[in-house]
């Protein structure tokens, strides 16, 4: 099963900010927090992961609580084409100390709508 | 530089048929992955390979569903024989790991819609 929490939709006009919330109580310390989209008939795109610090990049920015416990994706300027479903995923990532890299586990993600 | 290449997009067969699927990675991308994706769901992983070796294949229906890596580049994904309930895009991903904090992306493909009739 995933270990994050979505909302199943959530509507934005076009132009404003669409903030995106996820759950993930239990995140373990190894764990990264990961965004992809997938926009109708095509793959998931990645967005944008982090471990505990904010995150930005041209995309969008991801902002974590300080206790790790839930995050929210950001994306400042919504346009039509970010219409799409937005998954959340806590993943462990490679440690450069070795041992293997956890799976991408996918949840139903949020369906984001943005209107004109 | 070419993303990850599947074919065929579109697959529409009958019902105890085989089909088989193919994935090209994008070059030098040592991991790849094969993902199921039934409507209104996420995907659900089915393997994982790390260049020729299945490291991860505990979702894999082993009695229908078989996959190969040869020489660590292209895959292929076969079901034999279908059923009703493998309608169902198929996914594949790539990605090249790298030694780090935070590495590993994903870049999937745009799938193989399978319709089995």
């Known amino acids: 099963d995933a270990k994050t929490t979505q909302p199943t939709s959530m509507d934005c006009a076009e132009g404003r900010a669409a903030n995106l919330p996820c759950n993930h109580s239990?995140?373990?310390?190894?764990?990264?927090v990961y965004w992809y989209r997938q926009i109708h008939s095509q793959g998931p795109q990645y967005i944008i992961h982090?471990?505990?610090n904010n995150e930005t990049n041209e995309m969008a920015s991801l902002i974590i609580t300080e206790d790790r416990k839930s995050s929210t994706l950001i994306l400042p300027h919504a346009t039509l084409r970010d219409t799409a479903v937005y998954y959340c995923?806590?993943?462990?990532?490679?440690?450069?100390?070795?041992?293997?890299?956890?799976?991408?586990?996918f949840g139903k993600g949020t369906k984001l709508s943005v209107k004109p | 530089e070419a993303g990850v290449v599947q074919s065929p997009r579109y697959k529409i067969i009958e019902k105890k048929q085989p089909v088989a699927f193919w994935c090209n990675p994008i070059?030098?991308?040592?991991?790849l992955y094969w993902y199921l994706q039934n409507l209104g769901q996420g995907p659900e992983l089915l393997i994982r390979?790390?260049?020729?070796?299945?490291?991860?294949d505990s979702q894999l229906p082993k009695d229908r569903f078989s996959a190969e890596r040869l020489k660590g580049v292209d895959s292929t994904l076969k079901i034999q024989p279908a059923e009703l309930g493998d309608s169902a895009v198929y996914l594949c991903?790539?990605?090249?790991?790298?030694?780090?904090?935070?590495?590993?992306?994903?870049?999937f493909g745009e799938g193989s819609r399978l319709t089995v009739l």
């Open positions: 991903a790539s990605s090249l790991p790298r030694a780090g904090v935070g590495t590993g992306e994903l870049f």
């Open positions: 239990t995140i373990s310390g190894n764990e990264y």
């Open positions: 982090g471990l505990k």
């Open positions: 995923i806590v993943r462990v990532a490679l440690s450069r100390y070795g041992g293997s890299q956890g799976n991408l586990i």
């Open positions: 070059s030098g991308h040592n991991t």
């Open positions: 390979y790390e260049n020729e070796e299945a490291v991860d």
